[in-house]
T-cell receptor
Framework: GAVVSQHPSRVICKSGTSVKIECRSL??????MFWYRQFPKQSLMLMAT?????????EQGVEKDKFLINHASLTLSTLTVTSAHPEDSSFYIC????????????????FGPGTRLTVL | GQQVMQIPQYQHVQEGEDFTTYCNSS?????IQWYKQRPGGHPVFLIQ?????EVKKQKRLTFQFGEAKKNSSLHITATQTTDVGTYFC???????????FGKGTKLTVNP
């Protein structure tokens, strides 16, 4: 099956610093990657849709200047949490769009292992 | 906006008992997908249903897609401790590639 990696798996940082999270599709190309946030015992909340070579599309209520997304290639998207604060502490998960035919696009999503961010 | 509702929120069963979670969408879906998230883990894709009335099986797991393509269910026969986790259903939002997730059903299995 399709494999998506995410790095780092855990990060602890001081308030005010920026944190970059990488999401890679290892064995397939993905035109679309998605970034989610998950609070404890809750469902996945879509933050933004990242398309290769273009600007990300943010969901309502998500600050694009705070959560910077770059999709530089068909296998890599990055999320940078700028000037992180304790309320940004959460589990951030990326997913890559997959089409069973092998063509670019999204029928289903394969998720990375997630990054647990703790801001002190 | 489009909503995907999932019940029950929690389910505790004894090992060997059956388990079912139900998913209902406020709109007709082109497909529905199921994911499993183990405690401390990330969602893992289980299956996608596309056709009206479709039924698919994966060993002890049976997935159904309703005739109206607005509801779905996941049934596990004779649960095992390895089945613990949260099961999410998800459907595409409108004509986009985005998925709308249900709140999930957390399954615990007592040995």
């Amino acid at each position: 099956g399709a494999v998506v990696s995410q790095h780092p798996s855990r990060v602890i940082c001081k308030s005010g610093t920026s944190v970059k999270i990488e999401c890679r599709s290892l064995d397939f190309q993905a035109t679309t990657m998605f970034w989610y946030r998950q609070f404890p015992k809750q469902s996945l909340m879509l933050m933004a849709t990242s398309n290769e070579g273009s600007k990300a599309t943010y969901e309502q209520g998500v600050e694009k200047d705070k959560f910077l997304i770059n999709h530089a290639s068909l296998t890599l998207s990055t999320l940078t949490v700028t000037s992180a604060h304790p309320e940004d502490s959460s589990f951030y998960i990326c997913s890559a769009g997959w089409r069973s035919s092998g063509a670019l696009g999204t029928d289903t999503q394969y998720f990375g292992p997630g990054t647990r961010l703790t801001v002190l | 906006g489009q909503q995907v509702m999932q019940i029950p929120q929690y389910q505790h069963v004894q090992e060997g008992e059956d388990f079912t979670t139900y998913c209902n969408s406020s709109t007709t879906l082109s497909n529905i997908q199921w994911y499993k998230q183990r405690p401390g883990g990330h969602p893992v894709f289980l299956i996608q249903l596309v056709k009206s009335g479709e039924v698919k099986k994966q060993k002890r797991l049976t997935f159904q897609f309703g005739e109206a393509k607005k509801n779905s269910s996941l049934h596990i026969t004779a649960t095992q401790t390895t089945d613990v986790g949260t099961y999410f259903c998800a459907g595409p939002q409108g004509g986009s590639e985005k998925l709308v997730f249900g709140k999930g059903t957390k399954l615990t299995v007592n040995p």
